[in-house]
């Protein structure tokens, strides 16, 4: 017998002595679910057909959410890709995590993933495309810790553009499926690397058929030109190419017979990647969008959910439903809660009253500030308001502008808000994505979506910004962030796994030549500020 099945018969076995202990009868748990976590690397909610969204075409998206749960109020803690990633894998907020806290860190080896409890947990899993990333996983007996599981990326294909990954990641899930045991239950980790940048210019209008008009709003904080709806465009063509992909997963499984006690997750690490959405902290940078089907495991289907769910709540949900007892866990302590109650429920809208919150939060992004600082926030999203606090208003939010506002990835709709305020010696689209912020914002989160208002400085709204001041506060000391008791520096301190870009900044500014592959040359403000 195979070590991997010994596994997966001697977790069933305890899993069922387990249940019939805890319920005081004999009984056999329904087979275990197969889990196909599918992950956008940078789309926000509601960029989805489901949610309205006319612009962008997701059949596959829209048949999950149909025939299983789409959710209204899912958000990451922290807004990048690493630190969103770690948050999903272990259950714990990024401020919970050491180094994970940051952007491309050294992970620490301490903190256990799900994928690899589901594998020690007699799952065959694996992932394909980007898993966790970027930084330095560790290793593990002189190899690669695997923190997603074994890699299937074998299969390429050519890809619309050239900026779209060649990866055939259907394929190489059905290589997966083609490489477990028969009625081995399986974990495995779609990581499409789009919609991420960058993009081919006019990819949407050219080879998606999309019409600058198709855009029904361009958000406020964008000056509204062709060459932002454009950009626009091309991100909807890429998101539209994962949707592609998982369609082909979807009809996979259908074949196989195993579409039924599948749990199928689709949702995205962080908000789309343009200025003050991807590596910020507002409404468009942790909503994203998250459906769910379970065909034998959600009561009822087409149900539209409004609890709040956060990234951390992923984990505890795949070792409930997984059927892993709780003493062959082998992670830290677990921060999030599953939702298991809500596929068992038969209601829509709001199920759990206590789900009416969540908290959010950054440490470093990428770097571009003196000595590698981050720009740390901690906020909290109620079903009214989003407060954030700023800790380090001294800062450059998205990154100093003579090193090219590193935490912005470069695009259009950068260079148009760069060369606006240029020309203009001013620009209110450049004050919200890349000037410095007050300590406290805070922000009506349905009427005011975009952020535009900061009722922070309002009298009228004092107690209610106290007051949520003081919940997130609360509950961060109870998760023991460091920052709440003093010891924020030691995010800073962490470092950047990168050695290419490690002490960009100061490299920088003393003469060394460079590489910053994810902005643009025109980045970098050469004389800022300037002088009349």
Not at 7 to 22: D, E, G, K
Not at 183 to 206: C, D, I, K, M
Not at 386 to 402: C, I, K, M, Q, S
Not at 439 to 459: G, V, Y
Request: proline share 7%; net charge negative.
């Amino acid at each position: 017998m195979k070590m991997n099945r010994l596994f997966a018969v001697v977790a069933l076995l305890i899993s069922a002595l387990f249940y019939s202990c805890n319920s005081g009868e004999k009984v056999t748990p329904a087979k275990r679910p197969n889990i196909l976590f599918a992950i956008m690397d940078d789309a926000s909610f509601p960029h989805m057909g489901a949610y309205g969204t006319k612009w962008v075409n997701t059949p596959a998206f829209d048949y999950i959410a149909k025939e299983g749960l789409l959710f209204m109020n899912a958000y990451t803690p922290n807004a990048k890709c690493a630190p969103s990633r770690a948050a999903i894998l272990t259950g714990r907020n990024s401020w919970q995590l050491e180094e994970a806290a940051n952007h491309s860190p050294d992970f620490p080896a301490k903190f256990t993933t799900f994928m690899e409890q589901l594998i020690s947990s007699g799952y065959h899993g694996g992932f394909t495309a980007k898993g966790w990333a970027p930084g330095n996983p560790g290793e593990v007996g002189g190899k690669p810790r695997e923190l997603t599981g074994p890699a299937y990326n074998k299969f390429k294909m050519e890809a619309p553009t050239p900026q779209i990954s060649s990866n055939d990641y259907a394929k190489n899930f059905e290589d997966f499926l083609n490489s477990k045991e028969e009625n081995e239950p399986f974990v495995f980790w779609y990581g499409s690397t789009e919609p991420h940048r960058a993009y081919e210019f006019q990819s949407g209008l050219t080879k998606g058929n999309k019409k600058l008009e198709d855009i029904d709003e361009v958000p406020p904080f964008w000056p509204d030109t062709d060459s932002v709806r454009s950009d626009m465009l091309d991100y909807a063509f890429e998101i539209e190419y994962f949707d592609q992909h998982l369609q082909k997963m979807i009809d996979e499984l259908e074949r196989r017979g195993e579409l039924s006690n599948t749990i199928i997750v689709v949702t995205a690490d962080n908000g789309m990647p343009f200025p003050r959405i991807k590596g910020q902290e507002y409404e468009y940078s942790n909503h994203l969008p998250l459906a769910v089907m379970w065909q034998e495991g959600i009561a009822k289907s087409g149900r539209v959910i409004e609890d709040f769910i956060s990234f951390i709540d992923f984990t505890p949900t795949f070792l409930e439903a997984a059927q892993v007892p709780t003493d062959s866990v082998i992670m830290a302590a677990i921060t999030g809660r599953s939702f298991m109650d809500i596929f068992k429920s038969e209601n829509s809208g709001q199920i759990d009253p206590v789900r009416n919150h969540v908290l959010i939060g950054k440490e470093r992004h990428d770097v571009g500030r003196p000595d590698d600082q981050g720009y740390p926030i901690r906020g909290i999203v109620t079903t009214d308001y989003v407060y954030l606090h700023n800790f380090e208003t001294d800062r450059w939010p998205a990154g100093n502008p003579e090193s090219g506002y590193l935490n912005t990835d470069g695009s259009p709709t950068k260079t148009q808000i760069l060369n606006d305020r240029r020309a203009n010696k001013t620009s209110n689209n450049w004050d919200l994505a890349f000037g410095k912020r007050p300590t406290e914002e805070l922000f009506k989160r349905i009427s005011d979506p975009f952020a535009m208002q900061n009722l922070a400085i309002h009298p009228e709204y004092q107690v209610i910004k106290e007051q949520l001041k003081e919940r997130l506060f609360q509950e961060l000391k109870q998760q023991k962030d460091p920052r709440m008791f003093g010891k924020g520096y030691i995010f800073d301190e962490y470092p950047y796994s990168g050695a290419a870009s490690n002490d960009f900044y100061n490299r920088f500014m003393n003469g060394e030549k460079m590489n910053a592959g994810w902005v643009n040359e025109t980045d970098f403000e050469k004389n800022f500020p300037e002088k009349d």
